[in-house]
């Protein structure tokens, strides 16, 4: 059969399609040649060798580039991933990596950025309100595991911190909240309490706690129930509502659109106090709502506090999420590296940043950083600081970030290999 040719058609059009595949990740060995010089004459007051100064490292002396390290720290808090299947999983890319070596640099990489995390702690706490909460975690122990909590401090719109202490107690508070003077935002535990004696700490309850009272009275008396959640709701429905707007504008709506709710609200409680069993679920929400009354109101008091804890409550979610990975910390010490590391990844995450290349860029830039400045590199001031033309040159100038992104050329094949 004769065969035409392309000339003896016309072209009416096409179909495009795309197929999404992947690619293996790699490890990338960066070898730096410096070589050494000595002058054929001697000059007086001159080095006898001489040498360019070695590319500056997050850990020196470590083979860890700032993007190795910053994966690794990303898929251990940012995805939760055990150390025993790093391990695997980088065998299985071609780097056969310890987890007591990995262990060894989130370590170090802590301890390198405590003066920025410091900064932003410093930061938050001159912020007018504050929202605080805390969960445990278990510590590795040789006969039982014994159980130490993460309290989680977040400055809305700034920061999302994370603090470990051994204990749950009022000293744990004292030291988080060392010197702060605001509206707290929390829970009713008593760890609190001491803090709203003096008055310099004003408690604002949470709306979404005292709602939760209520969801648990549904089975054994659900007319009361549905009468206080029904309340609750229209409060939340309004919230909903000017969440975008000004504090002076949501607190004049609050006033005159929620507080009769809220008036509303706490008359049902009073007169339904008389009327129920004591211990029965729809007594602890009406007590609870009760004892919380003052709290409880604090937001028809200031436009800028919310009317609940969500915000802290969400980012507390992930170290919820990771224990039912890793299960335990393995020491004090380790619990202190993860919430310095984990304050970092939830800031990047309120600010809308993606945390492998903020953190490769951050430990690029941090080691010769001015002390004085540190707060620059925080994710709350990232976009500016990123911008600016030191900033970039630097970047650009750092040989293990174009190896990570793949611009740094490699050497010709033909070339001998380096002798050691």
Same mark, same amino acid.
């Given at each position: 059969?004769?065969?035409?040719?392309?000339?003896?058609?016309?072209?009416?059009?096409?179909?495009?399609?795309?197929?999404?595949?992947?690619?293996?990740?790699?490890?990338?060995?960066?070898?730096?040649?410096?070589?050494?010089?000595?002058?054929?004459?001697?000059?007086?007051?001159?080095?006898?060798?001489?040498?360019?100064?070695?590319?500056?490292?997050?850990?020196?002396?470590?083979?860890?580039?700032?993007?190795?390290?910053?994966?690794?720290?990303?898929?251990?808090?940012?995805?939760?991933?055990?150390?025993?299947?790093?391990?695997?999983?980088?065998?299985?890319?071609?780097?056969?990596?310890?987890?007591?070596?990995?262990?060894?640099?989130?370590?170090?990489?802590?301890?390198?950025?405590?003066?920025?995390?410091?900064?932003?702690?410093?930061?938050?706490?001159?912020?007018?309100?504050?929202?605080?909460?805390?969960?445990?975690?278990?510590?590795?122990?040789?006969?039982?595991?014994?159980?130490?909590?993460?309290?989680?401090?977040?400055?809305?719109?700034?920061?999302?911190?994370?603090?470990?202490?051994?204990?749950?107690?009022?000293?744990?508070?004292?030291?988080?909240?060392?010197?702060?003077?605001?509206?707290?935002?929390?829970?009713?535990?008593?760890?609190?309490?001491?803090?709203?004696?003096?008055?310099?700490?004003?408690?604002?309850?949470?709306?979404?706690?005292?709602?939760?009272?209520?969801?648990?009275?549904?089975?054994?008396?659900?007319?009361?129930?549905?009468?206080?959640?029904?309340?609750?709701?229209?409060?939340?429905?309004?919230?909903?509502?000017?969440?975008?707007?000004?504090?002076?504008?949501?607190?004049?709506?609050?006033?005159?659109?929620?507080?009769?709710?809220?008036?509303?609200?706490?008359?049902?409680?009073?007169?339904?106090?008389?009327?129920?069993?004591?211990?029965?679920?729809?007594?602890?929400?009406?007590?609870?709502?009760?004892?919380?009354?003052?709290?409880? @109101?604090?937001? *028809? %008091?200031?436009?800028?506090?919310?009317?609940?804890?969500?915000?802290?409550?969400?980012? !507390?979610? #992930? =170290? &919820?999420?990771?224990?039912?990975?890793?299960?335990?910390?393995?020491?004090?010490?380790?619990?202190?590296?993860?919430?310095?590391?984990?304050?970092?990844?939830?800031?990047?995450?309120?600010?809308?940043?993606?945390?492998?290349?903020?953190?490769?860029?951050?430990?690029?830039?941090?080691?010769?950083?001015?002390?004085?400045?540190?707060?620059?590199?925080?994710?709350?001031?990232?976009?500016?600081?990123?911008?600016?033309?030191?900033? @970039?040159?630097? *970047? %650009?100038?750092?040989?293990?970030?174009?190896?990570?992104?793949?611009?740094?050329?490699? !050497?010709? #094949? =033909? &070339?001998?290999?380096?002798?050691?």
């Amino acid at each position: 059969m004769q065969r035409r040719g392309l000339d003896a058609f016309e072209r009416i059009g096409e179909e495009t399609s795309e197929t999404v595949e992947h690619r293996p990740a790699s490890a990338v060995v960066v070898r730096t040649i410096r070589p050494k010089y000595v002058l054929k004459e001697e000059e007086a007051g001159m080095p006898k060798v001489l040498q360019a100064p070695a590319p500056e490292l997050p850990i020196p002396r470590s083979i860890a580039g700032p993007g190795l390290l910053s994966d690794t720290i990303v898929r251990r808090w940012q995805d939760h991933m055990p150390l025993h299947r790093m391990e695997r999983m980088y065998g299985r890319e071609g780097l056969p990596l310890a987890r007591s070596t990995i262990c060894g640099w989130h370590q170090e990489v802590a301890l390198l950025v405590v003066p920025l995390v410091l900064a932003m702690w410093r930061d938050a706490l001159a912020s007018p309100y504050l929202c605080v909460d805390a969960t445990g975690v278990l510590v590795q122990a040789l006969e039982k595991c014994r159980r130490a909590h993460f309290f989680v401090v977040v400055a809305p719109k700034k920061h999302t911190l994370f603090g470990y202490t051994p204990k749950h107690d009022s000293a744990a508070v004292d030291k988080l909240l060392d010197g702060y003077q605001g509206y707290l935002v929390a829970d009713a535990h008593s760890v609190y309490e001491h803090l709203y004696k003096t008055g310099d700490v004003v408690e604002v309850a949470c709306w979404a706690h005292n709602r939760r009272y209520w969801w648990k009275s549904l089975e054994s008396d659900a007319p009361r129930a549905k009468k206080g959640l029904a309340l609750i709701q229209r409060l939340f429905l309004l919230e909903r509502q000017y969440a975008a707007a000004p504090p002076e504008v949501r607190l004049r709506r609050r006033q005159h659109e929620a507080k009769p709710i809220v008036d509303d609200f706490f008359a049902f409680c009073d007169e339904e106090s008389l009327k129920v069993l004591d211990e029965t679920p729809i007594s602890k929400a009406i007590g609870y709502a009760r004892n919380q009354r003052e709290a409880l @109101q604090r937001f *028809l %008091e200031d436009g800028r506090l919310p009317i609940h804890n969500n915000v802290s409550e969400n980012a !507390l979610r #992930r =170290e &919820a999420l990771g224990r039912r990975n890793w299960l335990f910390v393995g020491n004090d010490e380790g619990g202190e590296v993860n919430a310095t590391l984990v304050s970092l990844l939830a800031s990047c995450e309120m600010h809308g940043l993606e945390p492998l290349g903020y953190l490769r860029d951050l430990l690029c830039l941090l080691p010769s950083w001015p002390v004085q400045q540190v707060i620059d590199l925080a994710p709350l001031h990232w976009a500016q600081t990123i911008q600016r033309a030191d900033v @970039q040159q630097q *970047l %650009e100038e750092n040989i293990f970030r174009r190896a990570a992104l793949g611009t740094l050329q490699p !050497l010709p #094949r =033909e &070339a001998p290999p380096i002798k050691h």
